[in-house]
Every structure is written in C-alpha cells, then in structure tokens.
C-alpha cells in the first residue's frame, strides 16, 4: 500500500526565504506526483505535476524536483512572500487513472 | 472559465438522515472524483467517474455512492449519516481519465453530522 509523507508537517519563516518542503513515497512505481496549495477552508489548487519521466517542473517561484528511485519529491520556492502562506500537499498517482495518495501536507506560514 | 462549483458550501444534517451533494465540472472535463477530507485522516479518495460510470472506488461503505450525469455533473450520496461522516468534502475534475491531467478542485462542501 502507497504511503505518503511529508516533512516538516508546518513551518515558519520570514519573508524573502527560500525554502525547500519534502515529500516521501513508499512504492516507487508511480505513473506522477502531483503538488497542491490549500488555503484554509479552501479547496486545493494544482501547482505542478511531474511526471513518472520527468525529474524536475518549474513555475514561477516554484520548482518540484523528482527522484523516483528514492522515492522522494522536493517543492522549491524562491523569495517566499506572506500570500505564499497556506498548507502544501504532494499526492502520488501510482498508475494511469488510478486514484491520487495524498501526503498529510506542511503548512507553511511566511512571517512579513 | 469557471471552475469546478460545488453545492452547497456548508450543511449541518442529523444522525440517521442521508445528504446529495453536488458537483459541477469545468466545462470540457469528463471526470469527476471525490475526496473526504477530515484532521485525522487527511484526504481520502471516494470514487472516480468518467463517462457516467464509475472507474475507481476508495475504501468506504455502501452508504457512500455517487453517479454522473450525460452532461459530466456528479452528486455523490451518504445515507444513515453518522457523526464520524463530518468532513469537507471535495470533487476534483480533469480532462479525462488519467493520462497525466491535473486534477481541478473545488472549494468543497463542508458537512457537519450532530
């Protein structure tokens, strides 16, 4: 069975950082990773999907790195800024239409 | 474009009694899942339809169900609700079925069972 996990699960920083939120998967067989932005009470936005051949998505100020054989997805965001405060949630898809396996998110709070 | 409308927003129900919530997809997607989202668990996957028939379904009871209509709105259905059924509850929709489309969610229903 597919885990998800993700670390740290909340995090604060000051305005302008970069930082780096992980997320691990336990059966490396997946079809893509997929991370989310959800503000509270909100439902989820789709920052970036990777696919299973690909090792890296960028937009914007942020950047979703893949390492299928380890199991491990990194999100990037550059000069953090307050209204990038809200929960982020990596989900794994392990083949084509399969359902998604979501992480329990790391909730992000950037300090002006 | 409009997004992905889901209805109503918020709905307080009592144990025994059974809710329909409604989903409505951006124009274009043929699918539509959906995903109970609560603190302990987190977001757990429901069910999947594409072309009015169901394609996936998670590890709830039978008194969670759903269907999708010719025009790719989806309801999903909870009878006998009890209190543990409190959740927000959100559709996503894509394109198609699989095939690396990104999922589009709503802004979910938020369900509260006393």
């Known amino acids: 069975k597919q885990e998800v996990t993700q670390i740290p699960a909340a995090l604060s920083v000051p305005e302008g950082e970069n930082l780096v939120l992980n997320c691990s998967f336990t059966d490396s067989a997946i079809y893509n990773l997929q991370w989310f932005r959800q503000d509270p009470g909100k439902g989820l936005t789709s920052l970036l999907l990777?696919?299973?051949?690909?090792r890296e998505q960028t937009s914007g100020r942020l950047n979703a790195s893949l390492d299928k054989s380890s199991g491990r997805s990194t999100l990037y965001i550059a000069a953090s800024q307050p209204g990038d405060s809200a929960t982020y949630l990596c989900a794994v898809e392990e083949t084509s239409g399969s359902r998604l396996t979501f992480g329990e998110g790391t909730q992000l709070t950037v300090n002006p | 474009k409009a997004g992905v409308t889901q209805t109503p927003r918020y709905l307080i129900k009592t144990r025994g009694q059974q809710v329909t919530l409604s989903c409505s997809p951006i124009s274009g997607h043929r699918s539509v899942s959906w995903y109970q989202q609560t603190p302990g668990q987190g977001l757990q996957f429901l069910f999947e339809?594409?072309?009015?028939?169901?394609?996936n379904k998670g590890n709830f009871p039978g008194r969670f169900s759903g269907r999708q209509f010719s025009n790719s709105r989806s309801e999903m259905n909870v009878s006998t609700l009890e209190l543990g059924d409190s959740a927000l509850y959100l559709c996503?929709?894509?394109?198609?079925?699989?095939?690396?489309?990104?999922?589009?969610f709503g802004n979910g229903t938020r369900l509260t069972v006393t």
């Open positions: 339809y594409f072309s009015e028939t169901q394609r």
């Open positions: 996503a929709s894509s394109v198609g079925h699989g095939g690396n489309s990104p999922l589009h």
């Open positions: 990777i696919q299973s051949s690909q």
